[in-house]
């Protein structure tokens, strides 16, 4: 069964860092666009980042510069290293997989196959 588990979410003060990890089950990491998107209180999922099966990164504006995503094929995961936080960072990180690139959009949630169930990031002082 294919699985997504998010972890390394948490409460962090503005400046601060995180590393949120994606570890992936029931599928080959290498064959799918891992993406990460995040969903605060009464707004709409926005995509954050991706990486593509090529290793290819693509970021959202508001977080170009201060987030960089890896894939660790090893250890079956992606990872988001969150620098720099920011309150309106505040929301509730999602993983996902697509087997094909969304290439109309990765930013797109409704490209994506399989999602994770998330976990909690606060940024406040």
């Known amino acids: 069964q294919l699985q997504l588990v998010e972890s390394g979410g948490g409460l962090v003060q503005p400046g601060g860092s995180l590393r949120l990890s994606c570890t992936v089950s029931g599928f080959t990491l290498n064959y799918y666009t891992i993406g990460w998107f995040r969903q605060a209180p009464g707004k709409e999922r926005e995509g954050v980042s991706c990486?593509?099966?090529?290793?290819?990164?693509f970021y959202a504006d508001s977080v170009k510069d201060r987030f960089t995503i890896s894939r660790d094929t090893a250890n079956n995961s992606v990872s988001l290293q969150m620098n720099n936080l920011k309150p309106e960072d505040t929301a509730v990180y999602h993983c996902?997989?697509?087997?094909?690139?969304?290439?109309?959009?990765?930013?797109?949630?409704?490209?994506?196959?399989?999602w994770g169930q998330g976990t909690q990031v606060t940024v406040s002082s």
């Open positions: 990486i593509s099966v090529s290793d290819g990164t």
């Open positions: 996902t997989a697509a087997r094909w690139f969304p290439h109309r959009g990765w930013e797109k949630p409704y490209y994506y196959d399989y």
